[in-house]
């Protein structure tokens, strides 16, 4: 039971360090366009957690990138690429008003 109720208490603040995340990052303007839904369909129809699990990353996560909310990292991008036999620039875009 204890255990039980510690990993619920994980789970918690796992989605509310994302929640808190997402909420700065949309404060500072950071939003991306993403083809990774249309990859994930199109390659095999993994769901959310699927890919989580094989990157080993929350589905929070995948959520919040799918949503374009979620400033990740060079090293997840190259890693989400890799696993759709694709290239960075093919998942992610810019924002237009990002191009300086």
Known sequence: ?????????????????????????????????????????????LSQQQLADMIKVSRQTIVAIER???????KLALLLAHKFDTTVNELFQLEEKDYV
């Open 1 to 45: 039971m204890y255990l039980t109720l510690c990993l619920i208490y994980l789970t918690f603040c796992e989605i509310f360090i994302t929640m808190i995340q997402i909420d700065i990052e949309r404060k500072l303007g950071f939003y991306m366009k993403t083809n990774l839904r249309k990859y994930r369909f199109e390659r095999g129809d």
């Open 68 to 74: 374009g909310d979620y400033n990740l990292s060079v």
